[in-house]
């Protein structure tokens, strides 16, 4: 064992002394490269902080100069001789301007101090016709005069000023030393404070210095898509590094770049403290290694201990040794694995072996060379037996050491089934389809063939549920997974159960996407006629989304934007009274990104109380007087003024926020009944389903009644049939506490939900609410005037009161007064108003009599008031 470790501690010594002469070289050139690449993210900002520096400042001047022209004009002044007279008070940029002077675009004339200059043949219009413009008399008019001018240029009046001065400003303050060029993007050079004037392009300079043009090109590419650039070159005879800035202005069409020029060795000597830091870093990591290096020799040394006792111990134990050869042939097993073999074949190859690998689709031979460990299957006496293999490298080929976990294997392959299959259907789900459209996208060949995602969705099945029963809605669900599964046999296509009702399907490889229409159609013929289930007759009704998987037509496309967006196309579907079917397009997403900010905006409501209470009066034409008033609950936000707010109670609802909004309406409302509590109204609130269903809202209702400190009776609680479907016991057991707490309870949009009779027997409620949809029609169609009749003579056997809504001229008003309904609320009295508005309706109607509304009433009905 001595041996061993001597061995061990030499090997280590020469490993450390060959490690830290490659770390070291490395670390040098690592960190010379990160300093440099400090260095240039330093130069590149700093370039664009002058950059824009530059451009506000020449914005700011402009204005400046722009303002003083357009005050001599209102002024009904001369703005050149105002110019001219004031001169040495009209500062830039702590200087003066050099000329004053008018310029005439047609003739290509400036007048300065009465003295007309020619612009030359070669000098365009671009180059003088814009706002802010960068030139000198010698370029522009041929003259001796090398001074380079900023010029403005207000109508026909312009401003010059010397260049060179105005931008030392702003680069003269620089931490670091450099010389500038400032030039355009076509790469003329307008001032610098270093090159000669003589050469006016830039790039010249860098074939001087024997660059060659595929090299300038590289420059040119940054400068023509005006990007910022930094690049390490031999300039004026020196290392050097040139820092590229664009800088911009609203001012004029053109781009002009500022060229800072720095010595490379003084921007290395700038960072002197990064290399020291860097360097102290280095130290601190060597010690650490060599701690650390001090520390695994010794846990090695135990190790070589622990590893001679293991293999003592694995003498012992006996596990499943297998000896192979490079090839995969079998050499020998132990005793133990020829005794788990049995009466089994025997194998004279690993190759021959089943191997369980979910996640790597590699040969057990690929894994044996990889010395990857795999897991064995056995069939013996009928039942699955699972050896994991470790593979270990030995003389002549491998050795593989097992051991039985079966029992982790088979709760693996249970965990296994409930994360990726549904347990009604037994389909793969979302998470597996998923990973098949990651798939599909790994492979360039399969992405680029005609491949679909189409969700589809059973409609209105929570209601075959209820007709079935939970057993027998299984069953119906596994009998549309079958028709599915037919429709699909002469298809390249696997079926996926998502959630309950919802499925998708994966088409590959099809000849076109016409093919998705042709399975669309035999899909819904197959549905087309009744489904016979425990002696009931159901029509299936389903919704089908579409998204053709077309990669190169969308910037960014995975596998969740694909399943996403044929989702969206299914609630499109879903939405659409005519169409069983949908394909996607990208305006689907757009109205979902509008309702995701439509999400957050209500969130952000409820944190600012950007709710109120809006009322609509009900009228009694037999009192002849307002009653009551429903409060119905208005979001202020302006940017969706045109939504109804029955948009974004469902988001609220689909998103449990409606318990917060809710709790909001709530106040409002009971501090509205409680300042009308002198007129004898009562105020009605809607209740949402999903607040009659949470935990403790009884209670909250009832603290919030009594800290208001209102009436018995001055609260109605509207509440619609749809949720007493599936909790119908709990919901009359809250509704009863209600009624004992002095509240009555409304029955809202009668006739229009499921089986509706079935509860006004148990039900504690004291008014029932007419739908408008049977009002709209009533003046016309004898049906809905049937309709209103029962409903109001139901009503008055069983002792309930009826409210109309929506009634909105006076022919409807008579029409249901005559059915029986002495209630009225909608447009004929008015809409939903703010409370204030209400106590003037309450003042009209009931104090002042001034307004009233008129009902033909037989003798009959009178002598019933």
């Known amino acids: ?42 130069l590149t900002e700093s370039g664009e902080v002058v950059s824009k520096q530059i451009e506000l400042q020449l914005t700011y001047d402009y204005a400046n100069f722009e303002n003083l022209v357009t005050g001599f004009i209102e002024d009904s002044l001369d703005p050149l001789v105002e110019l001219d007279n ?12 050099s000329h004053f002077g008018s310029i005439d675009i047609d003739n290509r004339q400036v007048t300065i101090n009465d003295q007309t200059y020619d612009f030359t043949d070669n000098f365009t219009t671009y180059n003088f016709n814009q706002q802010i413009g960068f030139y000198n008399f010698k370029r522009a008019f041929g003259t001796e005069d090398m001074t380079m001018y900023g010029v403005f240029k207000v109508d026909e009046y312009v401003a010059m000023f010397e260049l060179e001065p105005y931008m030392a400003t702003f680069l003269t303050a620089e931490k670091i030393e450099n ?31 024997g660059y060659s043009e595929d090299h300038i090109d590289t420059i040119k590419e940054v400068v023509v898509n005006h990007e910022s650039g930094i690049f390490s070159l031999n300039f004026l005879d020196q290392n050097s590094i040139l820092s590229f800035v664009p800088v911009f202005s609203d001012l004029t069409p053109a781009t002009y770049y500022l060229v800072q020029i720095y010595e490379e060795t003084t921007v290395i000597n700038s960072l002197t ?8 870093l280095f130290a601190v990591i060597f010690v650490l290694f060599s701690i650390t290096i001090i520390v695994i020799y010794k846990i090695l040394e135990e190790k070589i201990h622990d590893i001679e006792n293991a293999r003592l111990s694995l003498y012992y134990a006996k596990p499943y040794i297998i000896k192979v050869k490079k090839s995969g042939k079998i050499r020998s097993y132990n005793r133990a694995f020829n005794q788990l073999l049995g009466d089994t074949d025997t194998y004279s190859n690993i190759a021959d072996f089943v191997i369980k690998e979910s996640f790597e689709e590699t040969s057990v031979v690929e894994r044996l ?57 037994n389909l793969p789900n979302q998470n597996v389809l998923i990973s098949d459209l990651d798939k599909v996208f790994q492979d360039q060949e399969i992405l680029e063939q005609f491949n679909v995602i189409v969700t589809f969705d059973i409609v209105a099945f929570s209601k075959i ?16 997974a079958e028709l599915a599964k037919e429709s699909l046999e002469n298809y390249p296509a696997k079926l996926y159960n998502l959630r309950v009702d919802q499925f998708a399907i994966l088409f590959t490889n099809l000849e076109s996407y016409q093919w998705i229409n042709t399975w669309v159609d035999l899909f819904l013929n197959k549905l087309d006629k009744p489904i016979t289930m425990d002696r009931n007759f159901l029509n299936v009704d389903v919704k089908i989304g579409i998204f053709n998987i077309e990669s190169q037509k969308y910037e960014i496309l995975t596998s969740e934007i694909c399943l996403e967006n044929a989702k969206l196309a299914l609630n499109h579907a879903k939405e659409s009274s005519t169409k069983p079917s949908f394909l996607y397009d990208v305006s689907l997403s757009l109205v979902a990104s509008r309702e995701q900010r439509m999400e957050l905006d209500l969130a952000n409501a409820i944190t600012n109380q950007e709710f109120q209470m809006a009322l609509q009066a009900q009228y009694s034409n037999v009192e002849e007087r307002i009653i009551g008033f429903e409060a119905l609950i208005r979001w202020t936000n302006p940017k969706y003024s045109a939504e109804s707010p029955l948009k974004f109670i469902q988001m609220a609802e689909h998103n449990n926020m409606i318990v917060d909004i809710g709790r909001i309406a709530l106040h409002e409302t009971f501090l509205i009944a409680k300042e009308l509590e002198p007129y004898n109204v009562h105020i009605s609130i809607n209740v949402s389903p999903v607040q009659m269903l949470q935990a403790g809202f009884v209670n909250e209702v009832i603290s919030i009644f009594e800290q208001y400190d209102l009436k018995p009776g001055s609260i109605s609680l509207e509440i619609t049939e749809t949720f007493l479907i599936d909790s119908f016991e709990l919901v009359i057991n809250k509704l009863n506490i209600f009624k004992r707490h002095g509240f ?57 009161d009826v409210i109309a809504e ?30 204030e508005v209400a106590i003037k309706l309450i003042e009209d109607y009931n104090i002042n009599k001034t307004k009233k509304i008129h009902v033909i009433k037989t003798k009959t009905r009178e002598a019933k008031r």
């Not at 490690?19 to 993210?41: C, P, R």
């Not at 009779?757 to 049937?786: C, G, M, W």
């Open 744 to 800: 009555n309870i409304h029955l809202d949009d009668f006739g229009t939900g499921y089986s509706s009779l079935q509860y006004l027997r148990d039900l504690p409620i004291n008014t029932i609410k007419i739908d408008k949809a049977f009002i709209d029609d009533v003046e016309t169609d004898a049906h809905s005037r049937a309709i209103v009749t029962m409903i109001s003579n139901l009503a008055k056997n069983i002792d309930l």
């Open 465 to 480: 549920s209820l007709v079935l029963g939970e057993e027998s809605g299984d069953r119906f669900l596994q009998f549309i």
């Open 86 to 97: 004031r001169s040495d008070t009209i500062t830039i940029l702590g200087g003066t301007y």
């Open 369 to 425: 060379h990889r010395q990857k460990a795999f897991t064995m299957i056995l069939e013996i006496m009928d039942k699955a037996v699972y050896i994991r293999f470790i593979v270990t490298r030995s003389t002549g080929g491998y050795i593989l050491v097992g051991d039985d976990i079966t029992h982790i294997e088979g709760k693996f392959d249970e965990f296994e089934k409930l994360a990726l299959f549904n347990p009604v259907t």
């Open 806 to 835: 929506g009634v909105e001229t006076e022919r409807q008003n008579n029409i249901v007064f005559k059915a029986g309904c002495n209630v009225i609320q909608g447009y004929l009295i008015g809409p939903p108003v703010p409370k």
């Open 273 to 280: 403290y990064l290399s020291t830091t860097l360097w102290a």
């Open 179 to 209: 010389e500038y060029v400032f030039m355009g993007e076509e790469n003329t050079i307008y001032v610098s404070s270093t090159l000669n004037p003589d050469e006016i392009l830039f790039y010249n300079y860098l074939r001087e210095a």
């Open 1 to 42: 064992m001595k041996r061993y470790t001597w061995k061990l501690g030499i090997a280590f010594v020469i490993s450390y002394i060959i490690l830290m002469v490659v770390v070291v070289f490395a670390y040098t050139q690592i960190s010379q490269n990160f300093i440099m690449n400090q260095a240039e993210d330093q």
